[in-house]
């Protein structure tokens, strides 16, 4: 099973080795040359039985079964339910699958637990060190800096846009205590982040000299370990049924997910709503719109401020028929120019791949919390209400409706006070990585000053 990159210039490369370095060495994504066709698991597999199963067929032989699913298993271990993603009915057909049980209570955790037990198996085996670059918008940074916390084999440096994460997604990934992860905030937004991520990836001497790697959701392996959860959505649903899958949507990786498990035969139908904020490029980008760089709007869903979203590139690699001359043209124009037709044959192609999109405003979000409050009790988080909004919306009557609930209201918390004027504590597993002293230096937006940080933290380290 091999990995070839979305923009086509790059040898392929095995599962092991596309997951240790995050991004193709031409600048694109790692995608797999064929997607494995992958029994479905049956409704009382659990959620380790299943995820070996996807993530070994994904490994294709690069790593022994038994150790993916020693894998497995210590990466759900700290989850605080034993399904992991738990299904729960909101309303007649309407159903909520819960993915922040995890220990940074948001849906980052499923598949940045796994990849933290890969690096540590592999950098294990092979006595190395690494260092993790990670841009977050909010929730990736947390997950990454639980997960990798005290590792012996990464130091971890996580990039946040400044005054644009809520002060508890903050918390959790600046106050592990942990001496291999720093942070730096950086005056900007969270495009600028990814973008300067992609840059010091694709600067081969930098690269190299600091063994630089990302685990960011362009990163293969997350993309893979977030599609067990629609695997198990379609199996405890029953297998025969048509499923809408709503995924509130910023970086497009959950959505992206959901593609890949149907192209892998997990799925009865390929149904899925990318609900996203004020930030709507993924709806531009699915009616064929140019791909543009555009600023960004702070919203009350801030994890989905993103304008361009980064796993859209392994979209089009599929809609315009695995093209890579075309997506890595499309790229370099956008980078030139700032915009960039989309190719012709993937825009036919993208209307017509079962995805659609709904805008939600802040108002509807703090409508959709107050009205699932009054509704079921429930206080769910304001990127699960984009999601609830843009089901009711696009209510299915052909089966049910899944919406992702991507994180605990508890991360929220002046979100949800202001919606319901209520005051949501941090559960108790939230304390474990948000009891030491906040650590983080700020600076500009700009790839030299994180350069130069890396440089440092490596070299101390070495
Ligand atoms: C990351 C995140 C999203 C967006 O997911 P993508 O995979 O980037 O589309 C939505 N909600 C929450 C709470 C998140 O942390």
Redesign the pocket.
């Known amino acids: 099973m091999k990995y070839v990159s979305t923009r086509g210039n790059a040898e392929p490369v095995d599962f092991v080795t596309a997951s240790l370095m995050g991004l193709a060495p031409d600048g694109g994504l790692f995608s797999p040359e064929t997607f494995p066709q992958v029994e479905r698991p049956n409704a009382t597999a659990t959620y380790v039985e299943t995820a070996t199963r996807i993530l070994s067929a994904f490994a294709g032989g690069s790593l022994p079964e038994q150790a993916i699913r020693d894998m497995c298993v210590r990466a759900y271990a700290p989850f605080a339910h034993q399904s992991v993603a738990p299904l729960t009915e909101v309303g007649p057909g309407r159903w909520m699958l819960e993915l922040h049980h995890g220990p940074t209570l948001?849906?980052?955790d499923v598949a940045m637990r796994l990849i933290a037990q890969l690096y540590d198996h592999i950098l294990g085996l092979r006595g190395e060190r690494m260092t993790i670059l990670c841009a977050t918008?909010?929730?990736?940074g947390g997950a990454a800096a639980s997960a990798f916390a005290g590792s012996k084999h990464v130091d971890m440096v996580i990039l946040h846009p400044l005054n644009r994460v809520s002060p508890t997604q903050r918390l959790f990934m600046t106050a592990t205590g942990a001496d291999n992860i720093h942070n730096l905030a950086l005056e900007g937004d969270f495009d600028g982040t990814q973008a300067i991520l992609k840059q010091l990836l694709a600067d081969d001497q930098f690269r190299r000299r600091t063994r630089l790697a990302a685990v960011n959701?362009i990163n293969w392996t997350r993309v893979a370990a977030q599609s067990v959860y629609f695997a198990q959505a379609q199996a405890q649903l029953g297998r025969d049924r048509n499923i809408r899958f709503v995924v509130?949507?910023?970086?497009?990786?959950?959505?992206l997910a959901g593609y890949v498990a149907s192209r892998c035969g997990l799925l009865t139908n390929f149904d899925v709503v990318a609900a996203v904020n004020a930030n709507d490029a993924m709806a531009r980008l699915i009616a064929g719109l140019p791909l543009k760089k555009g600023a960004t709007a702070a919203t009350i869903s801030p994890?989905?401020d993103i304008q361009l979203?980064s796993n859209f590139e392994r979209l089009l690699f599929e809609a315009s028929g695995r093209d890579g001359a075309a997506v890595a043209n499309a790229y370099a124009q956008l980078a030139n120019t700032g915009e960039a037709p989309l190719p012709k044959a993937a825009v036919a192609k993208l209307g017509s791949m079962g995805l659609s999109a709904e805008r939600v405003s802040d108002h509807e979000t703090i409508d959709e919390m107050k009205r699932t409050h009054a509704e079921t009790g429930w206080i769910v988080?304001p990127?699960t209400a984009v999601g609830l909004a843009a089901a009711r919306r696009s209510r299915h009557v052909d089966g049910p409706t899944v919406t992702l609930a991507?994180?605990h209201a508890a991360k929220f918390p002046e979100t949800v006070k202001q919606a319901l004027g209520i005051d949501v504590g941090l559960p108790d597993r939230g304390r474990e990585f948000t009891a030491k002293p906040e650590k983080f230096d700020t600076g500009p937006m700009s790839a030299d000053f994180v350069r130069q940080r890396v440089d440092a933290i490596v070299s101390k380290a070495a």
């Open positions: 948001a849906f980052k918008s909010g929730d990736t959701s509130p949507t910023g970086n497009f990786g959950d959505a994890a989905m979203p988080c990127h991507t994180a």
